[in-house]
């Protein structure tokens, strides 16, 4: 029998929800690309209701406590004192969601002679250290798709509420103000201007996709071209490298995997080779971005804004700078996270789970690391080594 441990993040402030806003969420056929749904045996939930906080456990108590497994459920992650720390040692099997991540760092990993199966409840598996997992044999999966229109949407949103200066807007409704010119200096059309997308991939489609009827001239960037038809459809030019992107783009969305390629991406060089009051939305990884490059090109104006709902470390601490740099549009990690999101990561999870208890195959979409070498998704769309350097600092969030 396996001893698992899951990693979620907080219920509610106002405890776990007796009620929801919605009575149902709505039931998916298939992802865009054709890729079938999360197919496990059974699913112990209501879809809609919130999995991802510790008193959903992802749906997943009945499934493993009634296989005979022992489940231990915490949002207690960072720090050497912390409950995941002393769950290690005779650890099986760690879940994490990149929301509130389990770092599963080379020293973790060698403080747990057991792991064998770390899943990432969701997508993007570079909170664990790669490397270190392919070195010790250990299969990391995460749900390819679950939630990558999610993230899309969430593009959308905080591109059109960067350049249309929503959020200062709003907060003259709340201050009891009625502000026009306030609100106005810095608000634009998204009409016409030039969007770029680091990435194409299932996210970085997505988000060109939906913003094709905004008549934007729409770039990408990626290590794989699409299809002629594809770039033909939605009237796009294709970069071979990300400077010649960000020279001629408005506003540019960052979608890829972080990996040691793409760590610090947007550093300060690159910064500098975007046009004047250039925005930039990430909700990627945070980082991709140089942190203290990016306050300090909103403070310059050489970005008029920046948006994204990831951090690093996360939680971040108190003092993080993009908590109070100037014309910002953060969030905490959510765009990933919806309830809608969750129903289908909980689902795909317990299949990850059902495959390994039952020596089945985990599909390959799902795989990052397996036998030794990235495999799968993870083969296609991340580099070997380790981004995790760092997150020690997640400790200092419980400090204050
Ligand atoms: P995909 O695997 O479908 O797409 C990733 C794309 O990134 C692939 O097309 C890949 O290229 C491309 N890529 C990798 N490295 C580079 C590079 N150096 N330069 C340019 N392109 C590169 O994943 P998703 O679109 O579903 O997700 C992308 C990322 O978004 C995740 O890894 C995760 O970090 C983040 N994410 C964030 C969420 C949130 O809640 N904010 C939720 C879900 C994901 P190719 O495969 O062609 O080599």
């Not at 497994?69 to 992650?77: C, N």
Request: glycine share 10%.
């Amino acid at each position: 029998m396996a001893k698992v441990v899951c990693v979620l993040y907080d219920d509610p402030v106002t405890g776990y929800p007796k009620s929801y806003a919605r009575d149902d969420v709505p039931k998916l056929e298939r992802y865009p690309d054709g890729q079938s749904l999360p197919s496990p045996k059974g699913i112990d939930f209501q879809p809609g209701q919130l999995l991802g906080s510790v008193s959903g456990a992802l749906g997943l108590r009945k499934f493993l406590e009634g296989n005979g497994h022992k489940l231990v459920v915490t949002s207690d992650k960072d720090g050497p004192d912390s409950v995941l720390e002393r769950e290690l040692p005779d650890a099986d099997i760690v879940i994490s969601q990149p929301f509130w991540p389990a770092y599963m760092t080379a020293a973790r990993i060698a403080k747990s002679p057991k792991l064998k199966l770390i899943v990432t409840a969701g997508i993007g598996s570079d909170h664990t250290d790669l490397q270190a997992a392919m070195e010790r044999g250990i299969t990391v999966a995460e749900v390819t798709y679950c939630n990558s229109i999610s993230v899309a949407e969430h593009v959308v949103m905080m591109i059109l509420s960067l350049v249309r200066n929503y959020i200062p807007s709003y907060q003259w409704v709340i201050d009891r103000g009625w502000n026009i010119a306030d609100c106005v200096a810095r608000s634009y059309d998204l009409e016409g201007m030039a969007v770029g997308t680091v990435a194409a991939g299932r996210i970085g489609l997505g988000v060109l996709r939906r913003l094709k009827p905004f008549d934007v001239k729409l770039h990408y960037t990626d290590r794989h071209r699409l299809s002629p038809d594809i770039e033909r459809e939605l009237g796009l030019t294709f970069h071979a490298n990300v400077e010649s992107l960000v020279r001629v783009c408005d506003v540019v969305t960052i979608n890829c995997p972080l990996h040691p390629e793409t760590e610090h991406l947007f550093n300060e060089a690159l910064l500098g080779k975007m046009k004047r009051g250039a925005y930039i939305v990430n909700t990627a990884r945070g980082k991709i971005c140089d942190r203290d490059a990016i306050a300090r090109a909103l403070e310059s104006g050489r970005l008029a804004g920046y948006a994204g709902d990831v951090w690093f470390p996360q939680p971040p601490p108190q003092d993080h700078p993009w908590r109070t740099m100037p014309h910002h549009g953060m969030t905490p990690h959510i765009s990933g996270t919806s309830l809608s999101a969750q129903a289908r990561y909980a689902a795909g999870t317990r299949e990850i789970l059902e495959c390994w208890f039952e020596g089945r195959p985990i599909r390959n979409e799902y795989l990052v690391v397996d036998a030794g070498k990235l495999a799968g998704v993870g083969a296609h769309s991340y580099s070997a080594g380790n981004a995790t350097g760092g997150s020690d600092e997640a400790a200092r969030f419980k400090r204050g």
